[in-house]
C-alpha cells in the first residue's frame, strides 16, 4: 500500500459524501498535516487521482460504508467539521471586513484571508465590509492609484459580496477626534525624539523626556505637530517600558507626511498607522469578526490595548498562517516587487503571469470557484503552510476538463512524408472525449514536432486519432487499428500560435486551424500538453498568429 493511502481514502471519502465528487486538488492540503513533505508531491499525486477516480465512481452506500472504516485515519477535529469550522460567537449577527491596502494587485496569496472572510459571511449570512486601508503606508510602500479598481475587479470577480465600500482617506478627521481623547486621558504623547533615540530608549525601557509632559501640553504639541515638517514628530501611545517584547512599547500612532494621496492629495499631513485605525474603525463599524494572518499579532495586541482604553467590547480575532506556494517558477508573490517590475517595463503590466496576481490566475484560465474551492480546503490554518500550486491546478481542472475541446499544438514542426497511406481526404476526431461531437480534419501534409521525432525516430508510433506509422522521414503506414502504442501529436492544416508560459516566455509553434473557430477566453486543452486559454490574433509578417496563455496541465 502507497504511503497516505488510507488518509488519502477518508479524506476522498468525507468530501464525496458531503459534495456528490471530489478532487485531488481537496485532498493534497490536508496530508500536509499528516507529515507529506513537498518533495513527495509528484510520487503522491498519482495515488491521489487513483483513489479520487474510485471513490467517485462507487454507490452511496459503500461510501458509507467505508467512510465508517477509513476516518480514524483523519486528523480527530476533522471528524467534527464540515465544511468551515465555526466562529466563537455569541453575536446575533456576524459583521467581518476586509481591509486590502491599495499598493497593487491582489495576488493568490494574499487573497486568502479575503476569500475567508467572504466565506463566513456567507456561512452565517452576516455582513462583510470592504475598507480600503489607504493610510499613507511607508515610502517602500506606497498607495497606487490604480489598485482600488484592481482590488474591486479581483473581489468581484472572486464572487466576494460585500455590502459597502470605505475608505480609511475619508476618514482622518474621525481618527484625530479619537487621537485627543487618548491624549486627554493621558495614554498618549507627542515624541520629537530622533529614530536613534527613541531606538535606545525601547531597547532600555527608558520613559522620554516627551512622555513626561502633561496632557494640556500635549494637546497643545499635537495641534503643532500638523505644521512641522516631516520626521520632526509622532504621536506615540503610553505602554509599559518594561513590555517584554520592545516592538510593543510607545508604538507610533500618528506620524507626519508630505506625500502626495492618490485621492486626497496633500489635504492631510498627519497619517494613522494602520492599528491606530483599525482600533477606531473595527469599533465604529461593529466588527464582530476578525479574520488576519499570523503576521499582525503584535496589530492584534495593540488594538486590544486600544480598546481596553476606552473600555470598548473585543471583536473575536483569529489568526490564520500565511500560505507560501510551492512551484511558482520565476517569480516571488510579492505587491511590492511586481510593483517595480511594472514599473520597470519588465513586466506588461499586472495580468502578466508572473505577478500572480487575481487578474493574471483569471486571464489565464483559472475560475473563481477554483480559488474559493481551494482557499476553503486549507481554511484556518494556524500554523504557515507551504502548498503547491498543483493543488489549485487540480481542483481547475476538475472544472474545465468537462467542456474544453482537444486540439494539437506542435512546437517545432517537422514534416513528414508518409508512403503506403490509405487514400484519406478527410478524418473526423472527437472533440472531447465524453462528447459525441466530432470535427473534420482535411488531411494534406502531416506535421510533428522534433522533440518527438528525435525521441522515436525508427520506431513505430501511432499518429493519435490516425494511424499508426514506422517513423522516419520517408516512413510508411504500418497499422490503422492500432491503438495500444505510443500515440504522438500531429497537425495537417495550420495556422502559427505562441503561447505564454507562467514563467514569461512565449513558445512558438503550429496549431490546428480549428482554432479559427474559438471565441476570445475560450478554454481548451492543446492533447499532451495542457489546459489553454485563447487570448488574441496579432499580425506579424501579414500574417496571423493566435495568442494563447498557459492555464495548467
Known sequence: MAKFSNEIKAYALKNVLEFDKTDAGKILPKLFQHGLQKEEIKEIMPEIQKIVKEVNHISKEQREKLFLEYKKFMKEHEEKEKGLPELPSSHKKVVLRIAPFPSGALHIGNAK???????????????LILVMDDTIGSAEKTVEEE????IKDALDWLKINYSKTLYKSDRLKTYYKYAEQLIKKDKAYVCHCSQPELKENREKGTECGCRQLPSNLQLKRWKE??????????????????????????????????????????????????????????????????????????ESEMEKYIWDIFNWSHPVIIHTGLIRIEGIEGAKVSKSKSQQEIKSGQFTGWDDPRTWSIQ???????????IRDFI????????????????LYSINRSIIDSKADRYSFIEDPIKLNITKKPDWKTIEIPKHPDKNEK????????FISKKDYDALKGKEIRLLHLYN????????????????????NWISNYVKAKILLSDGKWLEGIVDEGVKNLKKNELIQFERFGFVKFDSVKKLNNEDVYEFWFAHK
Open 360 to 370: 493574471s490566475l483569471a486571464r489565464r484560465g483559472i475560475k473563481p470557484e477554483a
Open 469 to 488: 506509422i514506422e517513423l522516419n522521414k520517408e516512413g510508411k503506414v504500418t497499422s490503422i487499428d492500432n491503438k495500444n502504442i505510443q500515440k504522438i
Open 225 to 298: 505637530m500638523f505644521k512641522l515638517k516631516e520626521g520632526k514628530a509622532t504621536l506615540r501611545i503610553k505602554t509599559n517600558m518594561m513590555h517584554p517584547n520592545p516592538a510593543f512599547r510607545d508604538r507610533v500612532l500618528f506620524k507626519i507626511s508630505d506625500r502626495k494621496h492618490p485621492r486626497v492629495g496633500n489635504k492631510y499631513r498627519v497619517w494613522p498607522t494602520l492599528e491606530m485605525s483599525w482600533a477606531i474603525d473595527d469599533h465604529v463599524l461593529g466588527i464582530t469578526h476578525i479574520i488576519r494572518g499570523n503576521d499582525l499579532t503584535i
Open 376 to 391: 476553503e480546503s486549507i481554511g484556518l490554518n494556524k500554523q504557515d503552510i507551504t502548498v503547491p500550486i498543483d493543488a
Open 147 to 150: 489598485s482600488y479598481k484592481l
Open 439 to 446: 470535427r473534420i480534419i482535411e488531411l494534406n501534409d502531416i
Open 113 to 127: 484571508t479575503f476569500v475567508l472572510n467572504a466565506l463566513y459571511a456567507e456561512k452565517y449570512k452576516g455582513e
